[in-house]
């Protein structure tokens, strides 16, 4: 069972390319919550420099999803080690080579630099696909069992945990194990709207079935006040 505190299992979505208001929310969120996530909107806009102007106290989750030829992704995990992420993401549909290529380059980067190694999840399936989703890009469903088979092989090639839906969990922690991590988009609390997310839980619920660190975005960010919705679902966890 994981005994992280609760806040310190929330990471939040900064999803905006506005390096000032990314800059604001870190900075109130970071004693309420355990960390930031900076994606691909943001990183394009502002590259490695915005991700330290908005980098402090709190924790790092880098998801940019790498995803290229097992060279080129050995590349770019070099290059996003020294900013310091506590968790990177590569997609799992890359292949084995491409993933043991990524888990190297982050071990061997980490030493060189002094910093620890990220801990390197995989993305499985996206939380706003569904079963027909992938049928319309040729992939075999139901999206459990895609799921299942992209955490299998992300673990065989030593990454440290897959991102997943919340309705994923209970299965990938029987397949995976109590140390195999399970990050978890697609959380909305009760009083929030689901917007494009078509497989979603509660954050409590989501702890519940045996989630170690949730991705709140909207419900915080898109919030009048993201620091009281942010200690309103941290609240919510520690009576969960």
């Keep these: 069972m994981n005994q992280t505190p609760p806040k310190d299992r929330v990471f939040?979505?900064?999803?905006?390319?506005?390096?000032?208001?990314?800059?604001?929310?870190?900075?109130?969120?970071?004693?309420?919550?355990?960390?930031?996530?900076?994606?691909?909107?943001?990183?394009?806009?502002?590259?490695?420099?915005?991700?330290?102007?908005?980098?402090?106290?709190?924790?790092l989750f880098l998801d940019l999803k790498f995803h290229d030829i097992p060279n080129t992704v050995a590349g770019a995990v070099r290059a996003a080690v020294p900013l310091g992420p506590d968790l990177l993401t590569i997609h799992a549909a890359g292949g084995p080579a491409m993933?043991?290529?990524?888990?190297?380059a982050a071990a061997e980067t980490a030493g060189d630099a002094d910093v620890p190694r990220p801990r390197l999840l995989g993305i499985t399936v996206l939380t706003s696909l569904d079963d027909d989703d992938l049928t319309?890009?040729?992939?075999?469903?139901?999206?459990?069992?895609?799921?299942?088979?992209?955490?299998?092989?992300?673990?065989?090639?030593?990454?440290?945990?897959?991102?997943?839906?919340?309705h994923e969990i209970a299965a990938l922690r029987r397949l995976c194990g109590p140390?195999?991590?399970?990050?978890?988009?697609?959380i909305r609390p009760a009083w929030a709207a689901a917007d494009d997310q078509k497989r979603v839980l509660t954050p409590a619920q989501a702890l519940a079935e045996g989630a170690d660190y949730l991705v709140i975005g909207?419900?915080?960010?898109?919030?009048?006040?993201?620091?009281?919705?942010?200690?309103?679902?941290?609240a919510e966890l520690g009576e969960s």
């Design 99 to 104: 993933l043991r290529a990524a888990v190297a």
């Design 179 to 186: 140390d195999f991590l399970l990050v978890v988009p697609g």
């Design 218 to 234: 909207r419900p915080i960010t898109g919030a009048a006040d993201p620091v009281a919705a942010a200690q309103r679902i941290v």
């Design 136 to 166: 319309a890009v040729g992939q075999h469903g139901p999206v459990t069992e895609q799921v299942r088979r992209l955490a299998a092989l992300a673990q065989e090639t030593g990454l440290d945990g897959v991102v997943c839906s919340p």
């Design 12 to 59: 939040v979505a900064l999803d905006t390319p506005d390096l000032a208001r990314a800059a604001h929310l870190a900075t109130a969120l970071s004693e309420v919550v355990g960390g930031i996530k900076v994606g691909k909107e943001f990183f394009t806009a502002h590259g490695p420099a915005g991700v330290r102007a908005v980098t402090g106290a709190g924790g």
